[in-house]
């Protein structure tokens, strides 16, 4: 089936060691979204790839990037975690812009 | 800025009847989406259902529909016949056809009593 793969499905880091979330996905979908969830809040998005084509939100973090080799691989780096970075990290990916977009079913970042 | 709201946090139902859950958007576009999706504990978001702001017929998948209102610019979500798997964060979503984002409404909780 087609999916939206994510690893770890739980990563523990330290407190400023960089750390390296995965996501594939066998859709060959043109656009892959990095989304922040805290507890029991709705997804925020970090960045976005349409293709090669970096997108990030404003209000991103300098501490947060991101790599998109090929089409079916996103990384999201955490450059120096700290506390307030423990969260849920989703993945999704979308045809196009402003289509469904279909989620990976997380990495649980622990920083200790 | 478009917006999405759900003013219920949280909703309980008995097993086997039904729930409608709300959603109100705020917009001035005429063609874009709505989404309802389903976050279990600890488990993967899944897109429950999906309606065309174009099409007039309301969305369903199975025991899932919704009441979409256009000028009243309402997406609610009903439920019918409640499971157990049911219990989940519900996020109702909107995004216009380009756009770069998908808005989320705060989500409403779920709980299904047996």
């Known amino acids: 089936d087609a999916m939206v793969i994510q690893n770890p499905r739980y990563q523990v880091t330290q407190f400023g060691k960089p750390v390296t979330l995965s996501c594939s996905q066998t859709l060959n979908h043109n656009v892959m979204y990095w989304y922040q969830q805290k507890s029991s809040q709705a997804p925020k998005l970090l960045f976005h790839y349409y293709d090669k084509d970096f997108n990030n939100e404003a209000d991103t973090p300098d501490n947060f990037q991101s790599r998109r080799p090929n089409t079916s691989f996103c990384f999201l780096d955490i450059r120096s975690p700290g506390l307030g970075d423990a969260a849920m990290y989703l993945c999704a990916t979308s045809r196009d812009q402003g289509e469904t977009q279909y989620f990976g079913p997380g990495t649980r970042l622990l920083v200790l | 800025a478009q917006t999405v709201t759900q003013s219920q946090p949280e909703m309980s139902v008995q097993e086997a009847e039904t729930v409608t859950l709300s959603c109100t958007y705020d917009?001035?576009?005429?063609?874009?989406?709505l989404f309802w999706y389903k976050q279990p504990p600890s488990r993967q978001m899944i897109l429950v259902i999906r309606q065309e702001a174009y099409k007039q017929q309301n969305a369903t998948e199975n025991r899932f529909s919704v009441n979409f209102q256009k000028a009243a610019k309402s997406f609610s979500l009903k439920i019918s016949d409640s499971q157990l798997g049911d219990a989940a964060m519900y996020f109702c979503a909107y995004t216009e056809r380009g756009a770069q984002k998908l808005v989320f409404g705060q989500g409403t909780r779920l709980t299904i009593n047996p």
């Open positions: 917009t001035s576009e005429s063609d874009y989406y």
